[in-house]
């Protein structure tokens, strides 16, 4: 898919993004958050891959919402793939959601950062031949997801790309060493922060997880001025509201401006204008 090909060229000195919803909450809104998406990352010619997840499967309580319905959440980002012309990407939890997933013409299967040690969850998402983004575990070394990345390459599939997304400090915190964007570089695969749960506040006594979503700005701007290749952001109109992760998204109304501060930031750092 071209798209894909212009987020995953990843020297081209503009940085990806990876954004969306949690989870898919319906197809109205989900639509919605796809289009102005779109339309912003056209604007700030950004290469783009709409994220949702289509199930959630590590949810704090089990009364919490985990979706639509597998095949329904499926086949919406499957629409919205085609009808919009982006690339996809969404989280898988076992085998058997691997396959089903690589099945609705999802480009990138994307591994929670608790299962990234999980080898037979790896070599599933590998042998579908897509992009595999594996998160970096809360409790690892950057250098230590070499092990995780080499599992899919080892399966046949050289199409990694690893994830940040903060270290747990505590019981209830995490924190972002931005050393671990260059160091998971150096292991020869693009490397992404996901800005929005590195701001988690996670196992709140509620059983509702927290955040600091006012630091996302923060968050933003260090990853792109350390070099990471892309950005993960989580993203709803209205965050007070949303079904999952809404206390550490950002507000779609502050994208676009973000993004317009992102960009010019990137071009600084390089000393040229990119894309």
Same mark, same amino acid.
């Given at each position: 898919?071209?798209?894909? $090909?212009?987020?995953?060229?990843?020297?081209?000195?503009?940085?990806?993004?990876?954004?969306?919803p949690?989870?898919?909450e319906?197809?109205?809104?989900?639509?919605?958050?796809a289009?102005?998406?779109?339309?912003?990352?056209s604007k700030?010619?950004?290469?783009?891959? !709409?994220? /949702?997840s289509?199930?959630?499967?590590?949810?704090?309580?089990i009364?919490?919402?985990?979706?639509?319905g597998d095949? &329904?959440?499926l086949?919406?980002?499957q629409?919205? #793939?085609k009808?919009?012309g982006v690339?996809?990407?969404t989280?898988?939890h076992?085998v $058997? &959601?691997?396959?089903l997933?690589?099945?609705?013409d999802?480009?990138?299967? $994307?591994?929670?950062?608790f299962?990234?040690r999980?080898?037979?969850?790896? $070599?599933?998402?590998?042998?579908?031949?897509?992009w595999?983004?594996?998160k970096?575990?809360?409790f690892?070394?950057?250098?230590?997801?070499?092990?995780?990345?080499q599992?899919?390459?080892d399966?046949?599939n050289?199409n990694?790309?690893?994830?940040? #997304?903060?270290?747990?400090?505590g019981?209830?915190?995490?924190?972002?060493? !931005?050393?671990?964007?260059?160091k998971?570089q150096?292991?020869?695969?693009?490397?992404?922060?996901?800005v929005?749960?590195?701001l988690q506040?996670?196992?709140?006594v509620?059983g509702v997880?927290?955040g600091?979503p &006012?630091?996302?700005?923060?968050i933003? #701007?260090?990853?792109v001025?350390?070099?990471?290749?892309?950005?993960?952001? &989580?993203?709803?109109p209205?965050?007070?509201? /949303?079904?999952?992760?809404?206390?550490?998204?950002?507000?779609?109304?502050?994208?676009?401006?973000?993004?317009?501060?992102?960009?010019?930031? #990137?071009?600084?750092?390089?000393?040229?204008?990119?894309?």
């Amino acid at each position: 898919m071209k798209n894909l $090909q212009l987020v995953t060229d990843y020297n081209n000195g503009m940085f990806f993004l990876m954004a969306g919803p949690c989870v898919i909450e319906g197809e109205e809104i989900t639509w919605s958050i796809a289009k102005t998406l779109k339309e912003l990352t056209s604007k700030h010619k950004i290469p783009f891959i !709409f994220k /949702a997840s289509y199930k959630k499967a590590n949810r704090s309580k089990i009364t919490s919402f985990t979706g639509i319905g597998d095949r &329904e959440g499926l086949a919406l980002l499957q629409s919205i #793939r085609k009808e919009l012309g982006v690339a996809i990407v969404t989280d898988i939890h076992s085998v $058997q &959601e691997a396959e089903l997933a690589a099945s609705y013409d999802i480009d990138v299967l $994307q591994i929670p950062a608790f299962l990234c040690r999980q080898t037979e969850l790896l $070599q599933a998402a590998a042998a579908t031949g897509k992009w595999v983004n594996i998160k970096k575990g809360q409790f690892l070394s950057p250098e230590a997801m070499v092990f995780a990345m080499q599992k899919v390459k080892d399966s046949g599939n050289p199409n990694v790309m690893l994830t940040e #997304r903060g270290s747990q400090f505590g019981y209830s915190d995490l924190v972002v060493d !931005f050393r671990s964007i260059p160091k998971m570089q150096s292991l020869g695969c693009p490397v992404v922060m996901d800005v929005t749960h590195s701001l988690q506040k996670p196992n709140q006594v509620s059983g509702v997880t927290g955040g600091e979503p &006012e630091l996302i700005p923060h968050i933003a #701007r260090a990853a792109v001025a350390v070099g990471a290749d892309g950005l993960f952001m &989580e993203t709803h109109p209205d965050p007070a509201n /949303a079904k999952s992760d809404g206390a550490n998204m950002l507000n779609l109304s502050l994208m676009d401006n973000l993004l317009s501060q992102l960009v010019e930031l #990137r071009k600084t750092i390089n000393g040229f204008n990119v894309i």
